[in-house]
């Protein structure tokens, strides 16, 4: 019998990957000031908002039954400088251009805890994306579909966004927003075995 | 205006991929003999197969209206051999556990063709998949959950299989039965624009 496990996410593509794994869970969406502070590195910054996303569920919470809580905190980045959603058209388009034809880095911190006691753990994902070039046109056609407002780093891997990504080395499903083998092995580590769940 | 598009495969993944990068299309399934011949490479046999499923679709389709199709076939390649559906539980235990802790391949052929002339173009594309290591337990737990059964090499990176995969070199969308970057730049030579159909 597993324990009971939370998504403490909002993100439909997230919530996706986990029932791809067979795992049953329910949703809090934790508040959190998503500001990055000056000088943090895109490794500090993703750990502190999937720990900050778990002090959040935590409060939420207020720990009545035994619970496992997962966060997760997805970046794109860019020369190492985190890329966030876009503010305008030129700003993606910009994005893109900067993006066209060499590599970049998703990183994902996940942080899984238990809502009875303090325990938690923390461990960060990095998949490598290489584009391919991509023409002024295309990207401000690619705008024009939607895909890219709401998007970290200006595209969708999970939309029209794919027909940009010549490959990627890692993590295929971190690129989603949760890298699924090293969630689903320290999900064991709290009581959540996803071959016993399926 | 994009030309019309016909997907000549009955797999669900493929008709997601498309639905991904904006398409619409139609459905046919090519009803072909899938049989490997006597020293046929993984490349010849799946460009073999993509092919045949072109020329048994425009059979079956005898072209009335102009339309473009798009068929593929996509293999698991494992010390350069292919690497069919499981025949029994202790076949796919068996491959799986040749799997663990190594790498093997991912390897697509599709073809793209017009019904109202004979102009066709076949390409491969090829994805390196990286498998953690897996205890027989964990094979023979995985097997019960029911989705190796009628999965080229006894997997499905779509679902539950995720957890096993440490990582990948090469198109995602490829792993998944289609390599869109690669397809959807080959589609815009036959008159369909990913970005204008969005």
Chains 1, 2 share one sequence.
């Not at 000056?38 to 720990?63: D, G, N």
């Amino acid at each position: 019998m597993n324990e009971k496990l939370i998504l403490a996410s909002g993100s439909p593509r997230r919530a996706n990957l986990l029932r791809q794994i067979g795992l049953t869970f329910e949703v809090v969406r934790p508040d959190i000031d998503e500001r990055v502070l000056p000088a943090e590195t895109p490794e500090t910054y993703a750990t502190r908002m999937s720990e900050s996303k778990m002090l959040r569920s935590r409060e939420l919470l207020e720990a009545t039954t035994a619970s496992v809580i997962l966060c997760a905190d997805t970046i794109v980045v860019l020369d190492g400088e985190i890329v966030g959603k876009p503010e305008s058209r030129s700003d993606a388009v910009q994005v893109l251009q900067r993006m066209s034809n060499r590599k970049h880095q998703v990183l994902t911190s996940v942080t899984i805890g238990e809502t009875t006691t303090t325990r938690q753990r923390s461990f960060l994902v990095d998949t490598v994306v290489t584009f391919r070039q991509m023409s002024v046109d295309e990207c401000e056609a690619y705008w024009e579909t939607g895909e890219p407002a709401d998007k970290s780093g200006s595209y969708g891997i999970q939309g029209l966004g794919s027909i940009f990504v010549a490959g990627i080395e890692g993590s295929p499903s971190n690129v989603a927003g949760l890298p699924l083998m090293e969630t689903a092995a320290e999900l064991k580590f709290f009581g959540i075995d996803c071959l016993a769940a399926y």
